[in-house]
């Protein structure tokens, strides 16, 4: 019987021994850096990409060329890890002709193109002077557009187009580019 207790007893002290045994552990540490660098990108909203789809604005009566036409709404959307602001301008001072008139005639775009802020969830101030209620005319000078707009992934504007030639310019077809450029404060 005392063989038995010992040996119960030594089974007893091996776990004991077991249990008040240290367990052995290691630590590495890694630190992790991300390396931002500033980012802005305006895409239209239509085509996903820097480059709109063409916008023609058809003249058909004298009321047309009289009171001018409007186009449809031209949506762009600008993301921006700072906040930033939107110029507008034209390529050039006057318009392309394309037609059959010869010497070509010379449609100077300002006075005859202008834009209107029809939407603007930027965050941003509409500058003078451009407004969501009235047209103002382009220019080939940049202008500000969009002023101290809030950096996002979503920052959308939508500007709606107005012609008013008169009636000093033979039929054809007068093209310019509209430039819109998003600059990081």
């Known amino acids: 019987m005392k063989k ?80 930033f602001t939107v110029t507008v301008n034209t390529n050039a001072t006057n318009f392309t002709y394309t037609g059959s008139t010869t010497p070509a005639p010379t449609m100077p775009v300002s006075g005859v193109l202008a834009l209107k802020v029809s939407a603007n969830t930027t965050g941003g101030t509409i500058a003078s002077p451009f407004s969501a209620s009235t047209y103002a005319t382009l220019t080939s000078t940049a202008q500000n557009l969009i002023t101290n707009a809030n950096r996002g992934s979503a920052q959308n504007f939508s500007v709606i187009y107005n012609a008013t030639p008169g009636f000093a310019y033979p039929s054809g077809t007068y093209a310019t580019s509209v430039v819109y450029t998003a600059t990081q404060l």
């Open 4 to 83: 038995i207790i010992i040996i119960i007893a030594a089974s007893f002290l091996g776990f004991a021994s077991a249990a008040n045994a240290q367990s052995a552990s290691s630590t590495a540490t890694q630190q992790a850096s991300l390396s931002l660098t500033d980012a802005i990108a305006m895409t239209f909203t239509g085509s996903g990409t820097s480059t709109g789809g063409a916008v023609t604005i058809p003249f058909a009566t004298v009321s047309d060329y009289a009171n001018g036409v409007a186009s449809s709404a031209q949506a762009l959307t600008v993301q921006s890890n700072k906040n």
